[in-house]
């Protein structure tokens, strides 16, 4: 029941579900009242078709579609946190296309095209390959402001080393015709964690790349180190370590800054979602990919890519990686952060890095 004691509006369910097949081409049409939002993906071992409709009530209409005759062996259904998931169980691998039809009485029409064999061949060589678009990359530059991050030798801040690298890679990826970068601040000011995070969301981020130097109580501690979230605890007291003191940046936030922070549901959005699993593993593979160039130019201090409970990090959409480019606490990684020439190989390694990975994963007009 609703805060107002109302009982809530049901949501709409499919009224009609049925299976066609003419021509050699099976379809699924599903029909709903109202409007109808959805996504379908095909998946193998064993092959399947998934039908996901978001804002639908999870239930069919009563009787078992008939399915004899197509490349349909059997359909199974069950809710999901924003409505309802069909599974087609296949014979065979089929290229599946969906589109909407409009019909009377504000009804929308679904239809679902399984081709299989020569005619899915046929489909795919007809179909156009997606246009692909410039990836936005949000550069963060840690800390800045009123928090200088930390202090190396002779008073260097991290603030001010990680707005140089940071700069230089945006530098390099706005001649990149595959990039847009955006930063999230261009000059010494300061931005409070949640408010990282939601520029990311705003210029529609493809990828957000967190740029810190960090320190530990042992000056002997020193080389690079990629995070990424952990949604079940640090993988190594170093991480937690890190995570505790990148996330106290917002110990310099004023009060009203730290309610929107505590109140964003970007921030405070539940880890075990879907969607932020995904987000991990992407985020993995780019920080993996990183490790491999850094280590072309500077040394590693952990040869993994770590994990921890980074607050800037937790965008459930968004890859997004915190880059620690060495130590400002031990005196040799502090004098090659401070060094231009440094920052510059650094920045054309996170340049590289992030090419690879839009080759793998480009990004496509929608």
């Known amino acids: 029941m609703s805060p107002t004691g109302l009982l809530a509006a049901p949501l709409p369910g499919v009224s009609h579900c049925q299976f066609s097949h003419q021509a050699g081409l099976t379809s699924l049409m599903l029909d709903v009242t109202g409007t109808l939002s959805y996504q379908v993906f095909t998946l193998g071992a064993p092959d399947r078709v998934v039908i996901d409709l978001h804002g639908v009530a999870a239930h069919l209409p009563p009787g078992a579609p008939n399915f004899a005759g197509t490349p349909v062996r059997g359909m199974r259904s069950g809710p999901t946190a924003t409505g309802m998931r069909l599974v ?3 014979h065979q691998p089929a290229h599946a296309q969906a589109r909407l039809v409009h019909l009377a009485g504000g009804r929308q029409r679904l239809v679902v095209d399984l081709p299989v064999g020569k005619l899915a061949l046929a489909r795919q060589g007809l179909k156009q390959p997606p246009k692909q678009r410039p990836a936005v990359i949000a550069i963060d530059a840690g800390h800045g402001g009123k ?3 930390a202090v190396g030798r002779n008073k260097h801040y991290e603030k001010t080393v990680v707005l140089g690298i940071a700069s230089l890679l945006h530098q390099q990826l706005g001649r990149d015709p ?4 955006t930063m999230s601040r261009t000059s010494d000011f300061f931005v409070p964690l949640h408010q990282r995070v939601l520029l990311a969301h705003q210029r529609r981020a493809d990828m957000l ?3 810190h130097a960090d320190a530990a ?3 002997s501690a020193r080389g690079a180190s990629v995070y990424v979230l952990s949604p079940h605890g640090a993988t190594s007291a170093m991480a937690r370590y890190i995570a505790e003191s990148e996330n106290s940046s917002d110990a310099y936030a004023g009060v009203f800054d730290k309610a929107l922070s505590n109140d964003d549901p970007m921030v405070s ?4 979602d879907m969607s932020m699993n995904a987000t991990i593993a992407s985020s993995l593979d780019l920080g993996r990919t990183v490790l491999g160039h ?3 130019v500077t040394n590693l201090h952990q040869q993994r890519v770590e994990q921890a409970g980074f607050a800037v990090l937790k965008s459930p959409d968004i890859p997004s990686i915190l880059v620690e480019h060495g130590f400002m606490s031990n005196p040799y990684d502090c004098g090659r952060l401070i060094d231009h020439r440094h920052q510059v190989e650094l920045a054309q390694a996170l340049h590289a890095s992030i090419g690879d990975y ?3 994963y480009p990004v496509h007009v929608a």
Not at 178 to 181: E, L
Request: hydrophobic share 40%.
């Open 178 to 181: 595959r990039f847009h970068p």
């Open 88 to 90: 087609l169980d296949m």
């Open 358 to 360: 839009f080759h793998k």
């Open 147 to 149: 928090d200088p991050g």
């Open 294 to 296: 850094f280590k072309q």
């Open 269 to 272: 959005k539940v880890l075990v």
């Open 209 to 211: 790349v967190s740029i």
């Open 217 to 219: 109580p042992s000056r």
